[in-house]
């Protein structure tokens, strides 16, 4: 063997020996996630998210719809990059105080205080946007809802921002056609659309978010002519026409509020869906079809459900050496 032929192979040997690990340890581009990811450097982190999320729905029946919703608007604003957590700093004003979150999202202590305890067991391993994936799925199998796998390895963003919140985030009262472009430009699809609208099965919604439809639909002076008449009786008894309602809570699903299942669905049949975003679901050719099969599917509910989070918990995710392992959730560490 040459001495040129012996010093190719030593240097390549040397790139390789070098390289591998490090494609390891940095997976170099985006969604390299792993359902394994944890089980050497935090083998113990499904049980410690279950647990706090078991203690946190048991405490409070909201609980489990509030860490769901906390999740879809972390990933659907940039990524699923516990952006949504951080609070404000002279630096950035963040998107807990965006329009549509400020005073409404709920949780923050859920996933604040599994946090704590993880960084107890593996300390500066485990990020808050992998907490919060688990945790809300977690929260929906606790209340009778499907479970999905779901990968890890996110990395924490050390940025955030009011203003892409309220330009990302779907809005109950903005047309069907503006809420699935939203959707679209985070690489999801029409019928992922459909199926994680049928997280509205649990949980409540402010007054202010429908009041519209109960006293001036679009500007008509009147309620909106499709909401069912009873149920319109009952709406205007929670939410007068005055200020002082406006943070007043209905259901989304009045038929079984605390369960997770395909009720949302029937609602929309029969002219009983509280936002007008879920309403016009029904009302929609491309759509309706859909939504007419889950009130009859409950399995194919769940399958598609399940199938559109793993969709959106891999949605703009962070990995490798970008963003970090925050320390505390709440804090760019």
């Known amino acids: 063997m040459t001495c040129r032929v012996v010093k190719i192979y030593f240097t390549f040997f040397f790139l390789l020996v070098t390289l591998v690990p490090l494609v390891h340890m940095f997976p170099f581009g985006r969604n390299q996630l792993d359902i394994n990811f944890y089980d050497r450097s935090c083998p113990n982190l499904p049980m410690i998210v279950r647990y706090g999320v078991w203690s946190a729905v048991k405490d409070d029946n909201r609980m489990a719809a509030s860490l769901l919703r906390l999740h879809f608007h972390d990933c659907i604003v940039n990524g699923c990059d516990a952006s949504v957590l951080l609070d404000d700093?002279?630096?950035?004003?963040?998107?807990?105080?965006?329009?549509?979150?400020?005073?409404?999202?709920r949780g923050f202590e859920v996933i604040d205080d599994i946090k704590e305890h993880v960084e107890r067991l593996c300390p500066s391993t485990v990020s808050c946007a992998d907490i919060l994936a688990l945790a809300a799925r977690e929260a929906i199998r606790m209340v009778g809802g499907p479970s999905w796998p779901v990968a890890l390895g996110r990395r924490d963003a050390i940025t955030t921002s009011k203003e892409a919140a309220e330009e990302q985030l779907p809005s109950p009262i903005e047309p069907l056609e503006n809420i699935t472009a939203k959707f679209y430009s985070k690489g999801l699809e029409l019928r992922?659309?459909?199926?994680?609208?049928?997280?509205?099965?649990?949980?409540?919604?402010?007054?202010?978010?429908?009041?519209?439809?109960?006293?001036?639909?679009?500007?008509?002076?009147?309620?909106?002519?499709?909401?069912?008449?009873?149920?319109?009786?009952?709406?205007?008894?929670?939410c007068p026409n005055e200020d002082t309602s406006n943070s007043n809570l209905a259901p989304l699903d009045a038929t079984s509020t605390s369960m997770f299942d395909n009720e949302y669905y029937r609602?929309?049949?029969?002219?009983?869906?509280?936002?007008?975003?879920?309403?016009?679901?029904?009302?929609?050719?491309?759509?309706?079809?859909m939504v007419y099969y889950y009130s009859n599917n409950r399995f194919a509910f769940y399958n598609d459900f399940s199938e559109s989070m793993v969709r959106l918990g891999n949605a703009g995710v962070l990995t490798g050496i970008e963003g970090e392992i925050r320390g505390k959730c709440g804090y760019v560490n």
């Open 89 to 105: 700093t002279p630096y950035f004003t963040g998107e807990k105080n965006a329009l549509p979150n400020h005073n409404s999202l």
């Open 192 to 238: 992922d659309v459909v199926a994680l609208s049928g997280g509205h099965t649990i949980g409540f919604a402010q007054c202010f978010t429908f009041k519209g439809r109960l006293f001036d639909f679009q500007g008509s002076g009147r309620p909106d002519p499709v909401l069912d008449s009873s149920l319109l009786t009952t709406l205007q008894s929670m």
């Open 267 to 289: 609602n929309l049949i029969y002219n009983t869906g509280l936002l007008q975003s879920d309403q016009a679901l029904a009302r929609d050719r491309r759509t309706a079809a």
